[in-house]
């Protein structure tokens, strides 16, 4: 019986994705309303972004058709008209503001267990200026690191199609296509390793406001170092609830606060780790000083005895 509550002491004391879930849902119990509402909300706005991006018949033509721009059934005017380019300026604006709102709630909802009020979310979008800043921030870095990786696969893909084209007989359209192929392979990993990498910087800056941006980059790479994998596997968890709601949408009002409420509880924990690691390492760093030598106190009699004297 010990064994078995060392066992269970041992697994709460972990990153387990069981735990972060089942403690959101304890967070949520009884506090459902503004987190689905907030939920609503953002879904909406999605909708009209689309909307404005593109009419909703050319939607319906490329679902039906997809093949409809080659056979001149749309016309690329149709799809990537004004609308298209405004509301991807304004989903570029307004979706990094939203989701930091949307987050300053499950920062709330982890620290007190009082009502969450739709103020709360309200008062979410002073950190608008952060949240731009954070966005483009990581997506420039992204961008970077992407375009580092993809040189790197491009230059791998080149030899391999100078070393299939030169063959005897080779295919040349199979040795063209090896350039975009390990473009991918050497980019995709990168990407999402890095994604994973710069993903806390959003909940450090609604955890603490004083901290900025840059920082909060710096900080998320430091705390993520480890847990990567395990981050990945935590929103991986969501996977098959994400597939149902693929068939019932509705769901996703829960689905999403149920989401942000786990990940806000890993970030806590992750967080709490690597300062329990800070604080150990400075006093092993302490311990590892040597103590100043203190002068032996000097007899106010002077010595009077002669050192020649037998």
């Known amino acids: 019986?010990?064994?078995?509550?060392?066992?269970?002491?041992?697994?709460?004391?972990?990153?387990?994705?069981?735990?972060?879930?089942?403690?959101?849902?304890?967070?949520?119990?009884?506090?459902?309303?503004?987190?689905?509402?907030?939920?609503?909300?953002?879904?909406?706005?999605?909708?009209?972004?689309?909307?404005i991006m593109m009419p909703w018949s050319t939607y319906a033509t490329l679902l039906t058709n997809p093949d409809a721009l080659d056979t001149g059934l749309l016309n690329p005017a149709d799809v990537l008209g004004p609308g298209y380019f405004i509301g991807l300026i304004a989903?570029?604006?307004?979706?990094?503001?939203?989701?930091?709102?949307?987050?300053?709630?499950?920062?709330?909802?982890?620290?007190?267990?009082?009502q969450l009020k739709f103020s709360d979310f309200v008062s979410g979008f002073s950190y608008w200026t952060k949240a731009l800043c954070n966005y483009f921030w990581k997506f420039l870095w992204?961008?970077?690191?992407?375009?580092?990786?993809?040189?790197?696969?491009?230059?791998?893909?080149?030899?391999?199609?100078?070393?299939?084209?030169?063959?005897?007989?080779?295919?040349?359209?199979?040795?063209?296509?090896?350039?975009?192929?390990?473009i991918y392979i050497f980019m995709l990993p990168a990407m999402i390793v890095k994604t994973y990498q710069y993903?806390?910087?959003?909940?450090?800056?609604?955890?603490?406001?004083?901290?900025?941006?840059i920082q909060a980059l710096n900080i998320s790479k430091k705390?993520?170092?480890?847990?990567?994998?395990?981050?990945?596997?935590?929103?991986?968890?969501?996977?098959?609830w994400e597939l149902l709601c693929c068939f019932f949408p509705?769901?996703?009002?829960?689905?999403e606060p149920y989401s942000y409420?786990?990940?806000?509880?890993?970030?806590?924990?992750?967080?709490?780790?690597?300062?329990?690691?800070a604080d150990v390492d400075k006093k092993a760093l302490e311990a590892q000083q040597p103590k100043a030598i203190e002068d032996e106190p000097v007899s106010a009699e002077a010595d009077t005895t002669d050192s020649n004297e037998v």
């Open 1 to 51: 019986m010990e064994n078995e509550n060392l066992k269970t002491e041992e697994m709460e004391a972990g990153f387990y994705s069981k735990k972060f879930k089942r403690l959101a849902l304890e967070q949520l119990n009884g506090r459902w309303t503004v987190p689905v509402l907030v939920s609503l909300i953002v879904f909406v706005f999605e909708i009209l972004l689309l909307g």
């Open 250 to 255: 509705i769901g996703t009002l829960w689905l």
């Open 142 to 182: 992204l961008f970077l690191w992407g375009l580092a990786f993809g040189a790197i696969g491009a230059i791998v893909g080149l030899l391999v199609f100078f070393a299939i084209y030169s063959a005897a007989g080779a295919d040349s359209v199979l040795a063209a296509s090896m350039i975009p192929l390990f």
């Open 91 to 114: 989903s570029c604006i307004l979706t990094p503001v939203i989701l930091m709102a949307q987050l300053s709630i499950f920062a709330l909802l982890f620290k007190s267990k009082e």
């Open 223 to 240: 705390i993520t170092s480890g847990y990567k994998w395990k981050l990945f596997c935590l929103d991986f968890s969501f996977i098959g």
């Open 199 to 213: 993903s806390l910087s959003d909940y450090i800056i609604v955890d603490n406001d004083e901290i900025g941006v």
């Open 261 to 277: 409420a786990a990940k806000t509880n890993a970030f806590h924990y992750i967080l709490d780790e690597f300062n329990k690691r």
